[in-house]
């Protein structure tokens, strides 16, 4: 697909794509009804958290006189050039215009606008320019066409109705924003950044968008950008050729060759080094990549997926990641929200494991819904999954339902500030032992519960002799209530 091509419309109605939005206020479907590629792609779609973290796009080009007046595309950090040839990203029918006539940019001081060599030149408050920076609000002469630069809000989208998207749940007001941004960029080849503490699911977006998408049927393949050493980035990334290096003794593709006409997701971008960043930018903007050793350059069609823990546009200002990449990969920013703020969501999230596993959770309330509901979740829905799959082993092996698993949620529960402190007043061993002997004392009283204190199951579950596991029982004053 070409996210350059106007007239390739996406025709994203939202009362068929945003399923059951039958309360939408009318005024605003209206205007909504209909975003093409190019919106996607220059103007961008956030929720109302990472607003803030996003360049502000908020120009367009609308024609204001001449014979396509009222034809308009959004401007982005990407140059727009306007012109007669069918692949431009305006494409004007005056006759006065080259082919190729005009290139635009959007930036935080105004846009950047360029004569492309134009035949009947570019005209502005009446003096013929060949590269200026003009303010928001200008009007360009172009032929026999005038060229308005408008502020424009970012699209707005209502949440989604469904509570579901892939392999996420969550009926959380934030999360069902994300869900229609997620509907609307799916069907599209415009690349997203997802951003997120460890254990929100970034993975989870990145396949669900690629599952919705029409090249849901090609390679999926995901780059751990932490896990490569900087010397072989550019062998994963774009392979390399046979004796390009010590050690390559044979052919290699390179993720974006193994996932052409599919998607690559990098996952841990910003562990990217400087020099890595501009190679993968001119990718991006080329659709071609080089592998090592070679003199030829590649056509691909892949489509990029990029995920993050680090706080990139943090990073941008600290000049620690390429301003110019991170809008170029920002084209759909999500912002994946840490459990801690989306309580709410936690019901739902444990009927979809419960779902997964193919077990009844049963009433899904209760003191264990508090208990959990009230603990701060630093490793997020992964914590949770995980505690959830412990109880279950704890369960049996039938299961149990929510109401009567038994949970452990790490020291920084509720229940658990008093936690042994970390004496280094005394030797290691000996700091050590008033660890191990609150690890057994929280193990076996959780055990024992679990097998509903028959010493003989639960010494056999924890691998421990039985008459130890008595003894130990005693040791910690564990008793059957």
């Known amino acids: 697909m070409d996210l350059h091509a106007t007239r390739d419309k996406v025709a994203l109605n939202f009362m068929h794509l945003v399923f059951g939005f039958a309360r ?79 290139e635009l940019q959007l930036s935080e001081a105004g846009v950047t606008v360029k004569d492309l060599e134009s035949t009947n030149g570019v005209y502005y408050q009446g003096s013929k320019i060949q590269e200026a920076l003009v303010p928001v609000g200008a009007s360009l002469q172009v032929g026999e066409s005038v060229l308005r630069l408008l502020e424009m809000a970012p699209p707005s989208i209502p949440p989604s109705e469904r509570e579901r998207f892939g392999a996420m749940a969550g009926q959380s007001m934030i999360m069902r ?12 080849d415009a690349t997203v950044l997802i951003q997120g503490e460890s254990g929100t699911g970034k993975e989870l977006v990145a396949r669900a968008l690629h599952d919705h998408s029409e090249r849901a049927n090609k390679p999926f393949v995901v ?51 400087a020099a890595a960043q501009a190679k993968l930018l001119r990718v991006l903007e080329a659709q071609t990549v080089q592998p090592v050793g070679s003199d030829k350059q ?9 995920a993050t823990h680090r706080d990139l546009y943090q990073m941008v200002q600290e000049e620690k990641f390429r301003f110019d990449l991170f809008h170029r990969l920002a084209v ?7 459990l801690r703020d989306r309580s709410e969501d936690i019901p739902g999230l444990i009927k979809h494991f419960y779902e997964g596993r193919g077990l009844d959770a049963g009433d899904i309330a209760g003191e264990n819904l508090i ?59 000996e700091a050590k032992e008033i660890w191990t002997e609150y690890f057994e004392q929280r193990y076996l009283a959780s055990v024992a519960a679990a ?18 596991f008595r003894e130990l029982m005693q040791k910690y004053g564990i008793e059957k209530p």
């Open 177 to 188: 924003e994300i869900f229609a941004i997620l509907e609307l960029a799916s069907p599209t």
């Open 223 to 273: 780059v751990d950008c932490s896990a490569i050493t900087e010397n072989l980035i550019d062998s994963h990334l774009y392979g390399h050729v046979k004796g390009a290096f010590t050690g390559a003794q044979s052919e290699r593709k390179g993720a974006f060759l193994e996932a052409n006409g599919g998607t690559v997701f990098l996952d841990e971008l910003g562990e990217l080094p």
């Open 298 to 306: 590649v056509k691909v069609n892949t489509r990029v997926v990029a």
């Open 24 to 102: 939408i206020d009318c005024v605003r479907l209206w205007a909504m009804t209909e975003i093409d590629r190019h919106t996607i792609a220059a103007s961008g779609l956030v929720s109302s958290n990472t607003a803030t973290k996003s360049l502000k796009r908020s120009c367009i080009c609308r024609v204001a006189s001449g014979p396509d007046t009222g034809t308009q595309i959004s401007l982005g950090q990407r140059p727009s050039i306007v012109g007669a040839d069918g692949q431009c990203d305006l494409v004007l029918s005056d006759e006065q215009i080259s082919r190729q006539h005009i």
């Open 371 to 429: 208990k959990l509901q009230k603990y701060s979740w630093p490793g997020n829905v992964r914590e949770l999954r995980n505690t959830l799959e412990r109880a279950w082993v704890l369960g049996g092996p039938k299961g149990a339902t929510f109401d009567k698993l038994n949970f452990w949620l790490g020291p920084d529960a509720a229940e658990n500030q008093n936690l042994p402190t970390v004496d280094t007043s005394l030797p290691f061993k």
């Open 451 to 468: 097998h509903k204190y028959n010493i003989s199951q639960a010494s056999e579950y924890a691998g421990i002799n039985r008459r130890h």
């Open 332 to 338: 759909i920013h999500v912002l994946l929200p840490p």
